[in-house]
């Protein structure tokens, strides 16, 4: 089990051709640094797609969601004030799954 205790929405547009060590560039860029037990989503510029990118104590590992319909709609805040990276809750992030969202009671 890969142990997350932060995520962290990147809200620039990535090539989705990009691996890990190309994304772990962007997050250094981003945040300054790669934190152990930490994720970072991308998006493509169509938000039809994301990438995970998960530090784990000893290296990254790397997964990807594509969608056949539709696309990921992210907060973009207010122009020129938007934060390269937000913080997810748990909660939200749930939310990207989309078997988890349809089997939420309620």
Not at 11 to 39: C, F, I, K
Not at 55 to 84: I, K, N
């Amino acid at each position: 089990m890969i142990r997350i205790d932060a995520l962290w929405l990147c809200s620039q547009p990535q090539d989705m051709r990009a691996g890990a060590d190309r994304l772990l560039t962007a997050v250094v860029n981003t945040l300054g640094e790669a934190r152990a037990h930490h994720g970072y989503l991308f998006a493509n510029a169509r938000a039809s797609r994301i990438k995970l990118l998960v530090h784990d104590g000893f290296g990254v590992w790397c997964a990807t969601r594509r969608l056949h319909a539709g696309r990921f709609v992210w907060h973009a805040g207010e122009p020129g004030s938007a934060a390269p990276a937000l913080q997810l809750s748990a909660q939200q992030f749930e939310v990207l799954n989309p078997r988890t969202a349809l089997a939420a009671p309620g």
